[in-house]
């Protein structure tokens, strides 16, 4: 009896598979981050970059089709939220997504979902003194943006509410469709040479992030190998 007790195989830590799988599926996400991730994230701030930047006065002789980066003001009389936002969308945390960006600075929306898009078509004030009608992509993205709590309801972390404040000046990353008409596929609150410095940053922070999800990973396997051997 006592040789049964004292020679017994002590049962394996269920742990140690879950976190042996979590470690490879890490492993895995590091190497999508780092091997695809960068070079998209390179590609796209290089095009931002490659854009020609068209003052107010020029937008009427471009050619319909003509993707460009151009400087727009929010209106002073634009209905406000009670957030005190003037151009905004909103949305939801998605089941199992983690929040990228600070209050006051959204820089992403990586793990949220759209549930309100921002109000389309939407005027914008020119600095010499126009109005230009913009409507917006599906995926539009506001860079550099107030990041608040949409209403005292909602759970906590759940919903978000992404915008400007009224008269902010933008720069909008945008496609001329001609008859004072602009499609926006991204705005960023500041000047022109402040958004591509933000989209040079990009491939960085996303090599960063590869990294830490890969040593990440690596601690899960390696807890993971020293619980399966210990359970041994």
Do not use: K
């Not at 109005?131 to 107030?146: G, L, R």
């Amino acid at each position: 009896m006592l040789d049964l007790l004292f020679f017994r195989r002590r049962p394996r830590n269920r742990f140690s598979p879950l976190l042996l799988i979590v470690g490879v599926l890490g492993l895995l996400m590091a190497c999508i981050l780092i091997g695809l991730g960068v070079p998209a994230s390179f590609a796209r701030s290089q095009d931002v970059r490659n854009l020609p930047r068209v003052e107010a006065g020029a937008l009427v002789s471009q050619p319909p089709g003509t993707r460009l980066l151009t400087t727009v003001q929010l209106p002073a009389t634009a209905e406000v939220t009670e957030q005190g936002l003037v151009l905004f969308y909103i949305e939801e945390r998605q089941a199992g997504g983690t929040p990228e960006g600070a209050v006051g600075n959204n820089n992403t929306s990586q793990g949220w979902q759209r549930v309100q898009a921002p109000p389309s078509p939407y005027r914008f004030v020119l600095p010499n003194g126009e109005t230009v009608q913009a409507q917006f992509t599906p995926s539009v993205m506001f860079f550099n943006a107030q990041t608040l709590e949409p209403d005292a309801g909602a759970p906590p972390g759940e919903r978000r509410i992404v915008g400007y404040l009224p008269q902010q000046a933008l720069t909008l990353e945008a496609t001329w469709e001609g008859n004072n008409l602009l499609t926006v596929r991204a705005a960023f609150a500041g000047a022109p040479d402040a958004y591509t410095r933000f989209m040079d940053n990009q491939p960085g922070g996303v090599f960063l992030m590869g990294i830490f999800c890969g040593i990440t990973a690596l601690l899960l396997l390696g807890a993971g190998v020293f619980l399966w051997i210990a359970g041994r």
